[in-house]
């Protein structure tokens, strides 16, 4: 009895979260309704990519591109973020697997699933990496203005954040790289 009761709670508190959430995105959707109506608003690019069932991305400004990952090497006695090394134009760029990052579930890793992935170059104050996706949604243009309040990020994410929006019932997590290449660095 006391274990039906656990799972009566457990399910209670995922429905409150849901709840909360499709709150959140239905007046997010109200807003850009709103914003839209206004014609003079510039539109900020962003890539827009998933990570097991988060949705995240990087301002268009610190994306050199988007790229199909090719081999990986393996990069030894390095953190478990790092999952390898990949050719890129001449040079060899580490590449980061945000679910460690994160702390996200991960799955067995299987070296061809990882090559029929999307990966991100970045390119942040002369600093090059890969970040490995789970799916790429691609550009997304949005509102730098019409952003969610700092109180509706999720807290395992926080210290990443910078701001966040909703999109086609989403909640985008758009990094904030600097704090990224902090926690990563070796």
Known sequence: ??????????????NNETASLREIIEK???EQ???RQDESVELAQYVVFRVKDSWFGFEGGVVQEIIKLKKISPFPLMPDCYIGLVPHRGTVLPVIELAEVFSLTKEPTDAEF??????????????????STDYLEGIVLHDPNAMLNEDQIDE???EFVKKTFVHRDNLIKILDVEKLIAKIKV
Do not use: C, G, H
């Not at 009895?1 to 995922?14: G, K, L, R, V």
């Not at 990882?114 to 970040?131: H, P, T």
């Open 28 to 30: 997010s959707k109200q």
């Open 33 to 35: 309704q709103e914003k």
């Open 114 to 131: 990882n090559l029929s992935k999307r990966a991100i170059v970045i390119d942040f104050d002369k600093m090059l990496f890969v970040v």
């Open 1 to 14: 009895m006391p274990e039906q009761e656990e799972n009566s709670s457990a399910d209670q508190t995922e």
């Open 156 to 158: 395992n994410f926080k």
